[in-house]
Structure formats: structure tokens, C-alpha cells
């Protein structure tokens, strides 16, 4: 008879089962867990949001050829220190509504860096010049944030260095240490490029425009980047008496054109003013002769800025005026004088004629355009000559909040799209949008008219600083290819 089979369990399998079982569950927690940490927070995508995703490149599609990168940035984040927002902070202002134009909210996500007890603010920015991810009808782009935190102050450049070439050279418009008694730290954190990516350096930056013309074209917003340029670059400067103003000129407030000259790098750094790019007149209505706006005749001062290597232009804020607004009996083309006009209208024709220029006159294997896009105003309660302010604000915006993209950036983009020479867009109005507190204020020069606010200019060091280093960015990319 054959003998019935046992069956007891070894106790060598059994501890084999049992080990292999615990391994697993083990291996599950730990796996779950890394998961969990390492998933990113939720963000909706335009689409859940009910944005339009039809797909717009910020230069022109000619743009991208063998000597001409695409763009590359893909984010830009602001690092800050104590950042919680102070109660009695101005909130955005309103921004009435542009025809045609839909309102585009930006989610901002705060970060804990854990490094730092330092925050991290990221946003969507509109119209990006950094982002992959781009739509038009609001518009919509999006952020990464990967970055660390820099308190060294605005850039990191030798502040020291640049506040004294202020004081040597420039009327200072911002009573910088006045703001700060007053717990604002403008001076500290800042905009900075996503980590891989080059930071300003004004060495390199005088080496990049060595034996070359850098020229600003626009009011005084651009005026406002010229001056940060010198005061970034002076950071580099051993022996200033060798940087001067070629005409021996002191620079002040008022109105005027400045060529400055580093002997060691054979460049000029210029600013040339010009609040329309297109021609200030005059025209006879009646008896008498009044100021107009020649929309189809480029300003008269371009023959000084045909031979630049490097152009950066802007045009904005006097497009707010009242009469530039009103539109009436101020737009001219040729003999014919609107009697009505409107603003939007008569800034796309502008623009068209700045953009018919640029495609007549500019050597693309010589000179690299540029045209910055909007800097945003933060008044509350009125207007600069309605009692508008901004004193209030002493930190940098740190919420979600809704605004509007401005009508004259997307004119800007839809003619940049449209030329035959390459133009890149130095978009920084969202950046700047978050920046209420940067502003000088009433801390600034005094103004002639009691009670009025400047909410428009910017500080020194401060957020023009981060102008240039996105075009210190792309100079560094792009010079050897062109220039």
C-alpha cells in the first residue's frame, strides 16, 4: 500500500514566503509614498479654464531660421523674502475692459522652498516670451518654477557701485532708502531665470557690446531701463573716469537724448526719446496750429538710431493721455487730419510705420531689434492727475488675481508676427504686473504738482533690472549667430 503524502510545510519555504511577502509590502509603502511627495500640485489646463488654446508664437515665424534661435526660456519666478502681504496693501487696480479683449485669470501657486524660509511666488505670465505652452484671446501661458532663492538683492549686482554712478550722473527720480524706512524691501529678492539659464553678468554684458551701439528708443518707462543698464553695467567699471557722456552732458529729468561711451569696450550705451515712435507735429485747424500726431512718419530723430548694432523700443504710456485718447483733431495722415480717431486704431497705423521702417532701413545681419512690451501702472483710487496712488503698497502681489492683457501688446505681437525683419518681444508685463510696491510713489522726486503719485516709473535698483537681464539673455544667445 502505497504511503499518503505530507503535508506539513518545510520550514526553509517558509520563511522564504513569508520574507518575499513582507518585502513587497514593504517596497508598496514606500513606492506609494514617494509618489505622493514627488506629485506635483494640481494645475488646471487652459483648456479646463476655458481659454482659447489656439497656439501663437511670440516672434515672427521668420524669425526661426539657421541664424536665429528659437526662444528657449521656459520660466521665470519671483523669489522674495518675507512675503506675507501686508493688510494695508494696495490691491491691483482695475482695468476697464478692452473691446475684443477677454479677461485671463492667472493661477499663482506659492512654493515652500525647503531650504529657505523663503517663499516662491509663480505665476502665468501673458503672452511669455519664456512659455511653450501659449494662447491667444486673454491670453494664456504657463509657468514651471525651479529655481533658488537669491536675497542678495535686486540681480545680485554691486549695488554699492551703482548707487554711486547714480549719484555722479542721474538726478535720482526714486528716493530708494526714504521707501525702505517705511518696510518696503525693494532692494531685496527679485525676478530670476529658471536656474539654467544665465543670471546678468555686466562683465560679459560689456564683452557682448564691445565696439557696439546699444540704443533705448521710447518714453521714459525705456529711459527708465537705459538708466539701469548704465547702473548694471558701472558694476563692472574699474576706472569710471573712463565712462562719460559723449557731449559732456549731465543727465537730468528733463527731456534730452544721452550717448554714453565705455572707452575700455569702444561701445555706447544711448537713449534717444521719442513717445511715439512716430512723428510729433503740428497742424493748422482754424487760425490756430495745434499739436498732432503724424501716425504714418516715423519719428524725426531715426536717422540717429539707422546705425545702432543693438535697438530696443517701446511705446505705452502716452498712448494713455487725454488727447492722444480722445482722438479728436490729433491723428494725421499726410494733408488729412481725423476729426476722430480711435486710440487703438491710431496705434496699430503707428505701428505699422515703425514696422515699415524697421523692414526698410535695418540690416538684420547687423542690428538686433527689439521691442519690450507694456510696462503695467498700479494706481488705485483714481488716475496720476486724479489722485491716483500707490503709497500703500510695500510687498509684491501674492495671490491669484484677474487682469486684463492690454489691448496694445496683442497690436504689438500681431505686426512683430507680420514683418520681414525679425523682431523679439521683450515681454515683461506680467512679471512686472506683480510688482505694485516697486514703484517710487510719493517717495520720488518731487513732483511740481502737490499729491501727485509717481505709479508708473520704477525704482532703482529694481524690476527694470529685470528687463535687462532678459535681454542680457538673449544678446548672450543670440550675438555670436547675428551680429
Known amino acids: 500500500m502505497e504511503k499518503q503524502r505530507s503535508f506539513s510545510i518545510k520550514p526553509i519555504r517558509f520563511l522564504v514566503f513569508a520574507f518575499t511577502l513582507s518585502f513587497s509590502v514593504i517596497f508598496l509603502i514606500f513606492f506609494s509614498t514617494w509618489v505622493v511627495k514627488t506629485t506635483p500640485s494640481l494645475h488646471l489646463p487652459a483648456h479646463s479654464l476655458g481659454f482659447n488654446t489656439t497656439s501663437l508664437n511670440v516672434q515672427t515665424l521668420r524669425e526661426f ?26 490691491p491691483i487696480p482695475d482695468v476697464s475692459s478692452l473691446e475684443g479683449v477677454k479677461k485671463r485669470e492667472s493661477e499663482i501657486t506659492v ?79 527679485r525676478w530670476v531665470i529658471d536656474e539654467s539659464y544665465p543670471l546678468f553678468n555686466a562683465t560679459k554684458m560689456l564683452e557682448l557690446i564691445r565696439g557696439k551701439r546699444l540704443v533705448f528708443v521710447g518714453d521714459s518707462i525705456n529711459r527708465n531701463q537705459w538708466e539701469s543698464m548704465l547702473c548694471l553695467l558701472m558694476g563692472a567699471v574699474k576706472d569710471r573716469t573712463k565712462v562719460y557722456e559723449t557731449r559732456g552732458r549731465k543727465i537730468t529729468k528733463e527731456r534730452g537724448n544721452y550717448c554714453f561711451k565705455f ?11 521719442s513717445h511715439f515712435l512716430v512723428h510729433e507735429s503740428k497742424a493748422r485747424i482754424g487760425k490756430k496750429r495745434s499739436q498732432t500726431l503724424r501716425i504714418d512718419t516715423i519719428d524725426k530723430g531715426s536717422s540717429r538710431w539707422r546705425g545702432a548694432d543693438i535697438l530696443v523700443f517701446n511705446t505705452a504710456h502716452w498712448w494713455n493721455h487725454h488727447k492722444t485718447k ?77 487682469s486684463n492683457y492690454p489691448e496694445r501688446n496683442l497690436i504689438v505681437d500681431k505686426i512683430i508676427r507680420e514683418m520681414k525683419k525679425p523682431v523679439t518681444l521683450l515681454n515683461i508685463t506680467r512679471l512686472s504686473d506683480y510688482r505694485p510696491d516697486a514703484h517710487p510713489s510719493k517717495y520720488g522726486r518731487k513732483s511740481v504738482n502737490p499729491g501727485v503719485e509717481d505709479c508708473s516709473h520704477w525704482c532703482l535698483p529694481g524690476v527694470p533690472d529685470t528687463w535687462n537681464e532678459l535681454l542680457y539673455y538673449y544678446l548672450e544667445l543670440r550675438t555670436k549667430a547675428i551680429l
Request: aromatic fraction near 10%; charged fraction near 25%.
Open 111 to 189: 512654493v515652500k522652498d525647503a531650504e529657505s524660509r523663503d517663499s516662491l511666488v509663480a505665476g502665468n505670465s501673458s503672452l511669455n516670451p519664456f512659455g511653450s505652452d501659449l494662447s491667444v484671446d486673454g491670453v494664456n501661458s504657463s509657468y514651471s518654477t525651479n529655481s533658488t532663492v537669491d536675497d542678495t538683492g535686486e540681480l545680485g549686482h554691486d549695488m554699492v557701485s551703482a548707487s554711486s554712478f547714480e549719484r555722479q550722473h542721474i538726478a535720482l527720480r526714486n528716493d530708494v532708502e526714504e521707501k525702505n524706512k517705511m518696510d518696503c524691501d525693494i532692494t531685496k529678492g
Open 65 to 90: 531660421n539657421a541664424t536665429s534661435p528659437e526662444y528657449l526660456l521656459k520660466t521665470s519666478i519671483l523669489l522674495r523674502s518675507n512675503f506675507e502681504r501686508d493688510e494695508n496693501s494696495s
Open 326 to 402: 480722445a482722438g479728436i483733431n490729433y491723428y494725421q495722415e499726410g494733408d488729412l487730419l481725423h476729426p476722430r480717431l480711435d486710440v487703438a486704431e491710431a496705434f496699430r497705423r503707428a505701428l505699422l510705420t515703425w514696422a515699415s521702417w524697421v523692414d526698410k532701413y535695418i540690416n538684420p545681419l547687423k542690428t538686433l531689434i527689439f521691442f519690450r512690451s507694456s510696462a503695467p501702472s498700479h494706481f488705485s483710487g483714481g488716475q496720476w492727475n486724479t489722485g491716483g496712488h500707490c503709497r500703500e503698497a510695500f510687498q509684491p502681489i501674492n495671490e491669484s488675481f484677474t
Open 263 to 273: 572707452e575700455d569696450y569702444k561701445c555706447t550705451v544711448e537713449y534717444y526719446l
